[in-house]
């Protein structure tokens, strides 16, 4: 955020209040320049030195406002982090008493900030003092030079004078070069920050003959799929599954299994390194991302609510939908009676990261989300692990609802999930170890049924 502010800030600056000072400065330079050879070439080549000294000058002074302002623009950049980190972690930080060393940090990155900034300014605003002296002491060289001609009698003394306005007319956009030089490695500090960002590989493209086919069954097809968000550690390795249309496959597993790495491939958020991903038979390489995502619904664990209106929140799934499907989407969801208590119903808006909504209020506002988008492919990340039992009997029966006729890969810990799936998939380090139905995997007195005994036995719903 900081590049795309500061950095953009400094650059904006520098061009802006530039870009008219060079012209200017280059005209009146090349003018003056031909006046002065005209009234006399030997005082003339005489003023020439001033440019070198100044170029001089200008690029020992420029080396270190660069480092300089690269460093101001760096520690600017850790500053806000900092802050952006503190202010949203600020109710962890206040439950383990860490504001006074939040503070602390705070103030350490600020000092940084402000000797990066003493450091550039310094050498920044060196510059014009410096050659104001050199002007000066340029005036005098032309004086004694001059005199010296005059007494010769090579030149008249009104020359001389002339020549003197113009000479100190030349310094000035001299000089005002030499400055724009100098505000121009600063902005450069910033631009490199910048280019940075922009030479970051985005996600990568669509294939140009990607397709978008009108409507999809929802079958989908892992073949021999390998991938690993770090070379050298594999996290999901040669995994084969395959799901039809319509039915439920629930992925079980240890934490760091892979589960949501299998959603993330899915979503085409990573490329598979190796395999084939296939939808209703197409590599999902070849169909349109956009596409793809829109038929894809996702409800996660804690899904990201934005501060506008519930209304605009559930309409995020299908942003042309009408105001009565958001109703009934919200229906579905079971949403529609607690929005309606909100005080202003579904035009209430919602506070930062909705903080002014219970979990189990977010997580169904969440689920209307997907049910408005009609995805055929439904994704569901633990989307009931943070909320009470009570609220998660209501989850539940929302989910299937949204769950009838669509594909959908359940990541679940409850067991009335797991238990009604077409198939369990049980993931351990990135592989499917078993598969079959819940009660051909208990049969079978296997890593299910160990994890059957040591998680679900006992739970009611
Ligand atoms: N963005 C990431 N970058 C690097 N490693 C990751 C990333 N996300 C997950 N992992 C690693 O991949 C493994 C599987 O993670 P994940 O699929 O999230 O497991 P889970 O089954 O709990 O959902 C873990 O070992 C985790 O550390
Ligand atoms: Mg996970």
Redesign the pocket.
């Known amino acids: 955020m900081s590049r795309l502010t500061n950095d953009i800030d400094a650059i904006n600056t520098a061009v802006a209040q530039n870009i008219t000072a060079l012209a200017a400065s280059v005209l009146s330079m090349g003018g003056i320049l031909v006046a002065m050879f005209l009234l006399d070439w030997r005082l003339a080549l005489v003023s020439l030195v001033v440019v070198p000294i100044t170029l001089w000058f200008t690029s020992f002074v420029a080396r270190y406002t660069r480092t300089g302002f690269e460093q101001l623009q760096r520690h600017l950049g850790e500053l806000n982090g900092v802050m952006e980190e503190t202010l949203s972690g600020q109710k962890v930080i206040s439950a383990f008493r860490r504001n006074e060393t939040v503070v602390a940090a705070f103030r350490e990155r600020n000092a940084e900030v402000y000797r990066a900034g003493i450091y550039a300014n310094t050498y920044a605003l060196l510059l014009m003092p410096l050659t104001t002296v050199l002007g000066n002491f340029f005036v005098i060289v032309i004086a004694a030079f001059g005199g010296f001609l005059a007494l010769q009698g090579y030149v008249s003394v009104g020359l001389i004078a002339a020549f003197i306005n113009y000479a100190q007319n030349f310094v000035n956009p001299v000089r005002q070069l030499a400055n724009l030089y100098n505000t121009v490695q600063a902005a450069l500090a910033g631009a490199e920050r910048v280019f940075e960002i922009i030479d970051t590989a985005p996600e990568p493209e669509d294939a140009p003959d990607a397709t978008a086919p009108d409507t999809i069954r929802g079958e989908v097809r892992f073949e021999h799929v390998d991938f690993s968000?770090?070379p050298g550690?594999p996290?999901i390795r040669d995994m084969s599954l395959e799901a039809e249309a319509g039915k439920t496959i629930a992925?079980v597993?240890?934490?760091?299994?892979?589960?949501?790495?299998?959603?993330?491939l899915l979503s085409r958020f990573?490329e598979v390194d190796g395999g084939v991903i296939a939808v209703d038979g197409t590599d999902i390489r070849d169909i349109r991302k956009d596409f793809l995502r829109r038929r894809l619904g996702i409800v996660l664990q804690d899904m990201f609510l934005f501060s506008t209106s519930v209304m605009d929140n559930i309409r995020y799934g299908r942003i042309n939908a009408s105001d009565e499907e958001v109703y009934r989407a919200a229906k579905i969801a079971d949403a529609d009676h607690f929005i309606r208590q909100l005080p202003q119903g579904y035009g209430t808006v919602l506070s930062e990261r909705a903080g002014n909504l219970s979990q189990g209020q977010r997580q169904l506002l969440a689920i209307a989300r997907a049910v408005i988008g009609d995805p055929n492919i439904l994704i569901l990340?633990?989307a009931t692990s943070s909320v009470d039992t009570r609220t998660e009997v209501r989850i539940q029966k929302a989910l299937l609802r949204l769950m009838q006729g669509r594909t959908s890969f359940v990541?679940a810990h409850r067991l009335s999930t797991i238990r009604d799936a077409d198939c369990v998939l049980v993931?351990q380090g990135?592989q499917i170890v078993e598969r079959g139905t819940h009660q051909e995997l208990l049969d079978r007195r296997g890593v299910y049924y160990r994890l059957y005994i040591s998680q679900f036995k006992g739970q009611e719903i």
Do not use: C, S, W
């Not at 934490?255 to 790495?261: C, M, V, Y």
């Open positions: 968000y770090n550690t996290v992925l597993g240890p934490t760091g299994a892979g589960k949501t790495t299998i959603i993330n990573y990340d633990e990541i993931i990135g």
